[in-house]
């Protein structure tokens, strides 16, 4: 905005020019009223209570709301003026607004425009925590019969095991060391991992799913009973067609290990 005060700058000058010469009548009255013009003019458009720069805001917002309703990709002019006209603390509100409003209304390619624009934008953890919930959100809108995929472990437990507790965790092969879930457990039960079972939105088992990744399995058991633990370490490839899928681990796959 410092143009807006250069602009007041040099347009003063011809004003202070008449106020400076000698003939000039009623210089008091004629500085006030400039005064309250130039400070009316400025605090229109950058004030606290600009009119004028909530008008531009408006007009703003409704290109946006326009390339949202019609799918289109958020043009480079319209970002443009985005960066020059919100302040950095009210970029991330109007964007985050933006992506919800175009996953509500289910045009996918305004919300992965935006999505892409305004990574940058997600800093601290608590706002790349926000910024992978909204992938998720446009992920699971829409692939929504995946948005509540799932593995079912189902056990044979090894014979000499009382189960004291046990973890279950997935990764993806070749992936970072992030499981895409992680469970503790309690009984052989038939084990239902889901996408809450993930640390870190959108990376979980629907991704897995939808990129046809193939899992590495690793589960861990204490027993009451004897000293050893028992552990599974396996690679499975799924029928990523399905959003849910099953594994049944029989008892001669456990490795018993020495504490």
Known sequence: MIYIYLIAVFASLPIFAYLLSQRTKNKGYIFGLSIIIFLFCIFSFVGKFSFLGSIKNQQLNNEFLVLISEDKNITNEVLVRLKEQINQEMILLWLTSYIKEAISLKKFNSAE????????????????????????????????????????????????????????????????????????FSSFEPLVMTNRDSSIPGFDITSAYLNQETIDMNILLECKNITNNYSLNTSILFDNNLPSNTYKIKVNEWLKNAQ
Do not use: W
């Not at 940058?120 to 829409?142: N, V």
């Open 113 to 184: 425009d935006l999505i892409s624009f305004s990574e940058s934008y997600f800093i601290t953890p608590e706002e790349k925590f926000l910024f992978y919930s909204l992938y998720t959100q446009l992920r699971d809108a829409k692939f929504p019969n995946y948005a509540n995929s799932d593995l079912i472990i189902e056990f044979e437990r090894p014979l000499e095991c009382i189960l004291s507790n046990g973890v279950a965790q997935l990764f993806i092969m070749n992936g970072p060391n992030i499981p895409i879930a992680k469970v503790n």
